[in-house]
């Protein structure tokens, strides 16, 4: 969903099938998902959404989310597909946030607002706490401990559930006290992980 660091050559030399992926489950179940061939753009696989979206069962309907460095919007598309209250896109590139908006309009999702910010300069407003927090940041770009850090700080209710995918080489940052890691799997070179903020944000 995110972006990769050191693969855009890699990136650059998929067809352009490889710019197009499909929601596993709920009320959009099946359709297509294009987005731009940006470098930057690593989807979520379809298994780890699966696996994710059965981890959030019993929580993501009728949840408010926050999807940063949203990318294809692939997180926040899935959220909203099952069942979830409203999703905040926030990507920094124009381009994708462009191509998140006309998705959102083809699915007419009016639950929904995409934001153009880098994620830290956004969590720098004014709180409002979510219920579900996708974060798929680039891999090497250790941004990691400076977004939960953040999040800490009024972004998340009390057993808010936080999703971080993050290079399956690198140990997991450091999570706030009063966090708990509650499920860790790993795909390929893909680590990813379930976080519960048992005690949510202090007021």
Known sequence: MARAVGKRAARSAQPATAHRLRIVGGRWRGSRIDFPAVAAIRPT??????????????SIVGAQCLDLFAGSGALGLEALSRGAASVTFVDREPRIAQH???????????????????AERFLERPARPFDVV????????????HIFARLARGWVRPHASIYVE???DSPLAAIPEGWTIYRSKRAGQVGYHLLRASRGSPE
Do not use: I, M
């Open 45 to 58: 696989p379809d298994r780890v959404r699966e696996t994710l979206f059965n981890w959030l069962q019993h």
């Open 166 to 168: 993050c290079s399956a």
């Open 134 to 145: 996708f974060l798929d940041p680039p891999f090497g770009a250790d941004v990691l401990p």
């Open 100 to 118: 998140l908006k006309a998705t959102l309009d083809r699915f007419k999702a009016t639950n929904a607002e995409v934001v153009v910010s880098d």
